[in-house]
């Protein structure tokens, strides 16, 4: 779905009951969504995951005057994917030139240095090399070399299978792309981070607060433009309310669902797939691995493959592989959730890419449960890896989009949904990888998007928080309604 596709809600009339109701202030902020206080925001983002606290912080950057909350039903922020990933800060190798998931990615880089230089985020820039071990992978490899020119990656540069080494000692091959920009980080830090500016931004932080409904205030389309915080939202019933006059979900894992309580569209649904990862253990190769090494990813299948990844404490990760996940959030094979796998198994969509790639699936499965096919793949590039170097380590899980024909989405997908609440919510469905890389850019285009799905309010949000006198607000109020409305 292109993100330019949206409908633009549109007010025909406003009663005189608006002037009023929108002139009054916001009561009743509460530090904790604890008790009966209801709680009142221009802006509610939900999903404490590193696109909903980077979308929180820009909202705050480029609306200072907003009052902004951002919702996480975990008991901390970057609980599930921000906080269960490679810790890689990517490049925009891989994603077809002129398409928005490369241009984000380039400029999500620069953002993420820039910013972790000014906010003291610690990060590795050690590069990654994207080696060719096969023949039939070096044209393939070359292509890939094309595709990076193209997207703007910096100081990308091919090399011969003689240089390899001079990049990671332990490694063979054919060929490689050398990529010097390519860094590693602890992306739930950044959450954190990005959280930790928007608070010191005036923003209000909830944890422990799962968004269960989504409610529209007022029956009919008239009270509800005279009601200054039209949307409410309830969680568990010893939770407050909070109120808002807009509502971003960005909820990764659980996006689909909180899209449809608010009409959104049934597909594309979220179908959890696990990433496991080995642990290195061996001391004497674990210094051998200064660098990313990645394989040359294959076009027939949906993944990248295992790589080699050093992380920021010291250790090197080995994976992963993707395997259907029985629970959404379901990190070990033992965690299942017969509800989510029955929502997954009975989705035509889900059907069909197992279809699809069955053998790639069965294969992946395999190498899951016995490691020993895993260390098969790894050997690849490190042909003296032993069984006795590695240990099981950690698992992700990633919220794949897929479509009814059983296509992987690969896009970027907004959703204002159907029913009445439409002109108020917007869900961002999908924010496909390298999500965390592309964060702040990501951020831009949500509050863009935003700020053009909201455009009428918006205007009136920012002159009644400018101006003080009320005849003042009325007039720019309608000023600014007149002006909007006049462009349909």
């Not at 939900?46 to 919702?71: D, F, H, M, S, W």
């Not at 994917?81 to 400029?107: D, E, M």
């Not at 899209?259 to 190769?285: C, H, M, N, Q, W």
């Not at 040359?296 to 994976?319: E, I, K, Q, S």
């Amino acid at each position: 779905m292109n993100i330019s596709s949206f409908r633009l809600p549109v007010v025909s009339r406003i009663s005189s009951d608006f002037w009023t109701s929108i002139l009054s202030r916001s009561k009743g902020i509460a530090s904790a969504a604890t008790g009966s206080t209801t709680s009142e925001f221009d802006v509610v983002v939900a999903g404490g995951g590193i696109v909903g606290c980077a979308t929180a912080r820009q909202l705050k950057i480029k609306n200072p005057e907003l009052k902004v909350a951002l919702l996480e039903k975990e008991n901390h922020l970057a609980f599930h994917q921000s906080g269960h990933n490679s810790g890689v800060l990517h490049a925009g190798i891989y994603y077809a030139p002129g398409s928005l998931k490369a241009k984000l990615c380039v400029r999500g880089i620069d953002l993420a240095y820039k910013y972790c230089d000014e906010h003291k985020v610690p990060y590795k820039r050690i590069g990654k090399l994207i080696v060719a071990v096969e023949p039939v992978e070096v044209p393939r490899l070359e292509n890939l070399f094309e595709r990076a020119e193209k997207n703007g990656c910096r100081s990308i540069k091919m090399i011969g299978g003689s240089e390899i080494k001079n990049y990671a000692p332990f490694c063979g091959g054919l060929k490689a792309l050398w990529s010097p920009y390519t860094g590693i980080i602890d992306w739930g830090l950044v959450t954190k981070s990005y959280a930790q500016d928007f608070q010191n931004r005036g923003g209000v932080v909830y944890t422990k607060y799962p968004l269960k409904t989504l409610v529209l205030v007022g029956e009919s389309r008239k009270e509800n433009m005279a009601n200054d915080y039209p949307v409410m939202i309830e969680s568990e019933p010893s939770l407050s309310k909070i109120r808002c006059k807009y509502l971003i979900t960005c909820c990764g894992l659980q996006s689909d669902r909180i899209a449809k309580l608010s009409g959104g569209l049934p597909d594309p649904k979220i179908v959890p797939f696990r990433g496991e990862y080995l642990l290195l253990t061996s001391e004497e190769k674990k210094k051998l691995v200064t660098t990313n090494v990645y394989p040359v990813p294959d076009p027939r299948l949906p993944f990248l493959g295992v790589h080699f990844t050093p992380r920021m404490n010291g250790d090197v990760w080995l994976g992963p592989n993707a395997v259907l996940a029985y629970k959404r959030e379901g990190y070990k094979y033992s965690q299942i959730s017969v509800p989510d796998l029955y929502d997954a198994l009975t989705y035509r969509g889900t059907r069909k890419l197992i279809l699809k790639f069955f053998g790639y699936g069965m294969k992946e499965l395999y190498r899951g449960i016995w490691i020993r096919a895993q260390v098969k793949q790894l050997q690849r590039f490190m042909p003296n890896l032993k069984m006795s170097d590695i240990t099981r380590g950690p698992a992700g899980v990633r919220a794949q989009a897929v479509d009814l024909n059983g296509n992987l989405v690969d896009d970027f997908i907004f959703d204002c949904g159907d029913g009445d609440l439409n002109q108020y919510v917007l869900h961002v469905r999908n924010a496909p990888s390298p999500g965390a890389t592309s964060s702040l850019a990501i951020a831009e285009i949500i509050c863009e998007k935003a700020s053009t799905t909201f455009e009428i309010c918006w205007y009136i949000l920012k002159a009644v928080h400018q101006c003080k006198h009320a005849g003042t607000q009325k007039i720019l109020i309608l000023s600014c309604a007149i002006t909007v409305i006049t462009k349909d």
